[in-house]
């Protein structure tokens, strides 16, 4: 097999260098200057989420991963895991999905960029191996720490529950520890999408995906602040659209599931911030939730889940990334 290798001035490298080798791509002073936030706004008119993703015109995918220490805590959707390593699980099974849909016999094609974020007591951090914050599906691919056994269950057409075994790809393991710098999180998400759009041939291929998974609040920003941080973050999209902001809160309690509710009343006090920092549904998405979830057509959905089981956060991780359109 032969491994795709990235150029030096993309994304095969940390973060920093990273960085440098955009600041070396003849952008000038653009860069540097202390206005380089301000750019042509999107027409909105344009926007519609249904742009094929090529491997000329890639997609930007981020994972965000809340660690801190009450991460530690158990999970009231499952009998015995940790919301961790309920997280990790999850993670793991989106990460092996976007790797399987660029495989091509004994290759992969480079449709995605792929980050994953983590914050917790100690820092903002790249989850991924060799502390990559940006892959491409082959290194990705190649990368994986290990494989693991897992059990899921499914519901046949009788009503009657399955339980289905089968092997599972490890990248992310589960890790809980300190605070919640969740502000400083979607700041660096805001740097890598900057850095990424910088780097992209054009910006009219579809805009970037960012899922942040997270059980609390941010503890090193105001609700306004943070709320500020994401809204800056969303207007840095492409033609097609702006960032789709996913939020998964996940509970200690045995409270009801909500999966992208339309009203702010349909969730507790808790998870309310996070509905206000989540995107509307785009009608691209829309029609595959109404095929899986018929209750589920509102124009005001937010792209948000509260307290689900894993088998539901798998679905909504694959929602936010199986609509989009791959063309070879």
């Not at 158990?74 to 099974?93: I, L, W």
């Not at 840095?236 to 599931?257: C, K, L, Q």
Request: hydrophobic letters at 40%; proline letters at 4%.
């Amino acid at each position: 097999m032969i491994r795709q290798k990235l150029c030096q001035n993309e994304m095969d490298c940390h973060f920093g260098s990273f960085v440098d080798s955009i600041k070396k791509c003849n952008f000038g002073t653009w860069w540097d200057s202390p206005t380089w936030f301000r750019e042509v706004k999107l027409n909105q008119q344009t926007m519609s989420h249904t742009a094929q993703i090529t491997q000329a015109d890639r997609a930007l995918f981020i994972l965000m991963i809340d660690q801190s220490g009450s991460m530690n805590e158990p999970y009231a959707a499952t009998s015995d895991q940790t919301k961790a390593e309920a997280v990790a699980d999850v993670c793991n099974a989106t990460l092996s999905e976007l790797v399987a849909r660029c495989r091509d016999g004994n290759t992969w094609r480079h449709y995605f960029d792929i980050a994953v974020v983590g914050y917790s007591g100690r820092g903002v951090y790249s989850l991924l191996p060799g502390g990559a914050w940006l892959l491409n599906p082959s290194q990705l691919a190649w990368s994986i720490k290990g494989k693991r056994q897992v059990a899921s269950r499914c519901r046949t057409k009788s009503g009657a529950t399955l339980t289905l075994h089968s092997e599972r790809k490890i990248w992310i393991e589960s890790a809980a520890e300190g605070k919640t710098p969740m502000y400083a999180a979607f700041n660096r998400v805001l740097e890598i999408v900057l850095a990424w759009r910088a780097s992209q041939r054009s910006l009219a291929g579809f805009p970037p995906t960012i899922i942040n998974i997270t059980d609390g609040e941010a503890t090193d920003a105001t609700d306004a602040s943070l709320r500020a941080e994401v809204d800056r973050l969303r207007t840095y999209g492409t033609a097609d659209g702006e960032p789709i902001v996913f939020n998964v809160h996940i509970s200690s309690n045995n409270n009801s599931t909500v999966i992208f509710p339309d009203r702010l009343e349909d969730l507790p006090p808790e998870a309310r911030l996070l509905w206000h920092l989540s995107s509307l549904v785009p009608g691209s998405y829309r029609a595959e939730l109404s095929d899986q979830l018929p209750s589920k057509h509102s124009p005001s959905m937010r792209a948000m889940a509260y307290n689900a089981g894993v088998e539901e956060l798998i679905r909504v991780m694959n929602i936010g990334s199986s609509t989009i359109t791959l063309h070879k």
